[in-house]
Structure formats: C-alpha cells, structure tokens
C-alpha cells in the first residue's frame, strides 16, 4: 500500500506533508518554556508559506535514492528549511527589506534586535534537526552554512560593483543557493543508504537546479509581477549584480553601457523601465534563459543513473518547472 501511495503522489502531496510536519513542530515548540519567546516570533515567517523546494528536494532525494518511509527523512527536510528561513530573516536586516513571502518582515514587526535573535534561534534548531542524522550529514550540513556565509560576505564585496564577472556571480550563487539544493538532496540520499554514484548524481541534479533557479529569481526581479513577494527591482535597489546585469555591462559599449552604468549606481523604481529597454538591447534577456535552460538540461542529465521511480519523476518535473516559472 505504501509504494502504491508513493507512486501517486504528485509535488502538491509532497508540499503537503511537509507543511502539516512543520506545523506540528513548531507547535511543539510553542508548547516549551524554553521554545515559546523565540518561536512565537519565528513561527510567522516560518509558515508563511513559500515554494519549499529545499524540503521537497530533501524528501525527493531519499524516495529517489531507495529510502523508504517519508518519516525517517522529515526531521531533515524541516532542518534544511530553518536553515533556509533562518538566512532570509538575517538577508532582510541587512537588505532593510520589508516584505518577506507577501508579509511583513520580523525587523519590521519586532524590530533588529529580535530579528537577528530569531535567525540565530532558526538555524540552531535547523542545526540540532540535522545533526540526529550521524556525522557525514553534520560535515556536509557545516560545509554547506560555512560556505553560505562566504557568499555572503563575498556578495557584500560586490555590492554595487560594476567589474563584477560572471565567474564572481556564480560563486556567490553556488554558495547561497546551488549548494544547499544540492546539499539536502545529497544529504537525505545518503540517509537512504544510497551508493556514491547515486549520492553523487543527485548532488548534481541539485546543483545545476539551483543555479537554474537562482537564474530565474534574477530574471523575475526585474521582469515578473508583484506576486514574487517582493516589489520589482529590489535586487537592483540593494545593488546586487545579478546575471542579466554583469551580461550588459560586458556587452554594451558608449553611452548605452554609460547609462547602464548610472541606472545601476542610482536606481530608482521610476528608472525600471529604463533598465530593461538596456538589458533587453544587450541581450540579457535571452542569454539568461538560455543559460537557464542549460543548466536544467544539464540537472536532467545527472538524473539519468536514478531508479525509475515516482520520485525520479517529480524531480524531472521539478527541472521541467523552473523553465516556465513565474513567481
């Protein structure tokens, strides 16, 4: 009964007992003295909602791996996904940003001081989840953070940096997105009792989706809709150099690669179209999508080595989505 329920479960199903498994943990949280302060504080950003792509990625990973039942992976999949929150409620201090997954931000609410202690309170929870899962899970999960926090620091330096490469870009990405796809998809293989060839296959399924889906993340900044849960542009705002923009500043020449250079430096929500009518000149555009493309089609290789499986299959869909997606 149970594989014939895996076999019809659709990504909607998988979504779904990840979010009724963090409920229930967050509500054992609030229930001790010792949770409750920080919780109560955490828990809106939390369940909020979001894609989730991180836990299912995790929950794929195992079911794709040979792992049997969804119980022996969900403490990991909830772990990737405080860690992932606990990031985001740090990015929105800094960033000064004031909406978070169509909410308000806690900074916004609670004020700095709590919202740092509610990050730092996510990712020891999201730590102490994943560490009941032995001690190669714990280096991987480390290396992963450590490696989070240098792309951190090394998008800071980039700030706003019109020399910035694409080599620098895709090392920033690689550590704040890349590598934690690839890192809870490998992880929870692992769990599964999976060989290296398989551990190793679904580390770089995740890898090349998430540069993919990073890609997307820029491309929507400046040319999706409100329902992205941030305004237009706030990467711009934040001078972050996302791909689009390294692109034109390398392709464009004179006063168009001028003015791009001041649209960037001293952006203003009035000045979007102005950037897009330049990007859309360089190209930036469809080299994005077309860089996009390939890393999904390169993911779609990776899985290739994976069992026929119900998960093979959401994990192809998965890569099939973030062609097309829009928020």
Same mark, same amino acid.
């Given at each position: 009964?149970?594989?014939?329920?895996?076999?019809?479960?659709?990504?909607?199903?998988?979504?779904?007992?990840?979010?009724?498994?963090?409920?229930?943990?967050?509500?054992?949280?609030?229930?001790?003295?010792?949770?409750?302060?920080?919780?109560?504080?955490?828990?809106?950003?939390?369940?909020?909602? #979001?894609?989730?792509?991180?836990?299912?990625?995790?929950?794929?990973?195992?079911?794709?791996?040979?792992?049997?039942?969804?119980?022996?992976?969900?403490?990991?999949?909830?772990?990737?996904?405080?860690?992932?929150?606990?990031?985001?409620?740090?990015?929105?201090?800094?960033?000064?940003?004031?909406?978070?997954?169509?909410?308000?931000?806690?900074?916004?609410?609670?004020?700095?001081?709590?919202?740092?202690?509610?990050?730092?309170?996510?990712?020891?929870?999201?730590?102490?989840?994943?560490?009941?899962?032995?001690?190669?899970?714990?280096?991987?999960?480390?290396?992963?953070?450590?490696?989070?926090?240098?792309?951190?620091?090394?998008?800071?330096?980039?700030?706003?940096?019109?020399?910035?490469?694409? &080599?620098?870009?895709?090392?920033?990405?690689? #550590?704040?997105?890349?590598?934690?796809?690839?890192?809870?998809?490998?992880?929870?293989? /692992?769990?599964?009792?999976?060989?290296?060839?398989?551990?190793?296959?679904?580390?770089?399924?995740?890898?090349?989706?998430?540069?993919?889906?990073?890609?997307?993340?820029?491309?929507?900044?400046?040319?999706?809709?409100?329902?992205?849960?941030?305004?237009? #542009?706030?990467?711009?705002?934040?001078?972050?150099?996302?791909?689009?923009?390294?692109?034109?500043?390398?392709?464009?020449?004179?006063?168009?690669?001028?003015?791009?250079?001041?649209?960037?430096?001293?952006?203003?929500?009035?000045?979007?179209?102005?950037?897009?009518?330049?990007? &859309?000149?360089?190209?930036?555009?469809?080299?994005?999508?077309?860089?996009?493309?390939?890393? /999904?089609?390169?993911?779609?290789?990776?899985?290739?080595?994976?069992?026929?499986?119900?998960?093979?299959?959401?994990?192809?869909?998965?890569? &099939?989505?973030?062609?097309?997606?829009?928020?």
């Amino acid at each position: 009964m149970g594989v014939l329920k895996d076999q019809s479960r659709t990504l909607e199903s998988y979504k779904d007992i990840f979010e009724d498994s963090l409920e229930q943990m967050v509500l054992q949280r609030m229930s001790s003295n010792a949770d409750r302060p920080a919780m109560s504080i955490a828990k809106d950003v939390l369940l909020a909602g #979001g894609k989730r792509y991180r836990p299912i990625m995790s929950m794929l990973g195992f079911k794709a791996a040979g792992g049997g039942d969804l119980a022996e992976i969900i403490d990991f999949a909830i772990s990737a996904e405080l860690l992932h929150t606990a990031t985001l409620v740090h990015d929105d201090v800094y960033d000064q940003a004031k909406i978070r997954r169509g909410k308000p931000t806690i900074h916004m609410t609670h004020g700095i001081s709590h919202a740092i202690i509610a990050g730092d309170y996510l990712f020891a929870l999201g730590y102490e989840m994943g560490s009941r899962f032995g001690s190669e899970i714990i280096d991987r999960v480390g290396a992963s953070c450590s490696r989070m926090a240098s792309s951190e620091i090394l998008q800071f330096k980039h700030i706003n940096d019109l020399s910035t490469r694409p &080599e620098d870009y895709y090392d920033i990405i690689d #550590g704040k997105t890349a590598g934690p796809f690839a890192t809870g998809g490998s992880s929870a293989a /692992i769990i599964a009792g999976a060989d290296r060839e398989i551990v190793d296959s679904v580390w770089g399924f995740g890898m090349e989706i998430g540069r993919a889906f990073q890609l997307v993340d820029d491309l929507l900044d400046i040319i999706g809709d409100e329902g992205i849960g941030k305004p237009r #542009g706030t990467d711009v705002h934040e001078g972050k150099m996302t791909l689009p923009i390294i692109y034109a500043l390398t392709m464009l020449r004179g006063t168009e690669r001028a003015e791009l250079a001041d649209v960037v430096t001293n952006f203003s929500d009035e000045r979007l179209e102005e950037l897009t009518r330049l990007l &859309e000149k360089a190209g930036s555009f469809e080299y994005t999508r077309l860089l996009i493309s390939n890393h /999904i089609d390169r993911a779609l290789e990776h899985s290739e080595v994976l069992p026929e499986t119900n998960a093979k299959l959401l994990l192809i869909e998965i890569a &099939e989505l973030s062609r097309s997606r829009t928020s």
